[in-house]
């Protein structure tokens, strides 16, 4: 029996994708995104961070949404705790995706805490598309390492150009940031309630901007989440109950007024 299930196993790897596709998928969506790190590096360099101060955010925050997210606010006069709060709060979906990760990869020990730097978006996304573990480590792997590496370079690079310019302002490039962030979220809005929570996150964000510091908009923004989702469940309820009162009317046959007390 235990042979059985190792020549199984040893099949279900071998039908699994080639590791040149996997390669090949991994690498596509490192380079896509790595390259946008340069924009970061102009937008980080504009707030007024120094050259030091925006490679060490890639190096060790290495999350673009957190990232510019605390530049952002950072640029437009926030206070750097509110800056870093709200960065913090966009990075936790990063915790919900090493939970998944965690028993997908299934990495020796020793591994995870260094794997943990690349549990972000985009190699998540790569390692749940693969059809084998094995295909899934390796999706990992190559989308994070080439992920790491690219957008850690187009961040100095984008930095030192930067300085280069002088005022990033007048080139219009200070835009450059959220344009690539609202590039990255659009495609991920697939479902009305997601199109709900980042409507109502639009609304309170813009909404709130004139009368509050800068970054706490962003904060009161998440609450775009918990609003959207209680009233979608709300809604849910409310069609459950219709069409179970509908189905036991049908069920039910209709008893005239003036029928046999019998018959009732």
Known sequence: MAEQTALA???AEDAGKPDTAVVRDALGVGVAVGLSGFAFGVTSAGSGLSLLQTCALSLLVFTGASQFALVGALA???NP?????????LGVRNAFYGLRLSQLLALPRAVRPFAAQWVIDETTAVSLAQPTRRAARLGFAV???SLYILWNL??????LGAKAI???DAWGLDAAGPAVFLALLAPMLKTTVERAVAGLAV??????LPVLPAGVPVLVAALAAPVALFAEGRRAGRTRDDVSTERSRTAAPDTPDDAPEEAR
Do not use: C, K, N, Q
Not at 154 to 159: E, I, Q, R, V, Y
Not at 203 to 208: E, F, I, K
């Open 76 to 78: 437009a006069g926030g």
């Open 143 to 145: 989308t994070g390492l």
């Open 154 to 159: 187009t961040t100095l690079l984008g930095a």
């Open 9 to 11: 196993d040893i099949r």
């Open 81 to 89: 705790l509110t800056a870093a709060a709200g960065a913090f709060f």
């Open 203 to 208: 609304v309170l964000g813009l909404g709130l």
């Open 166 to 168: 002088g005022d990033t």
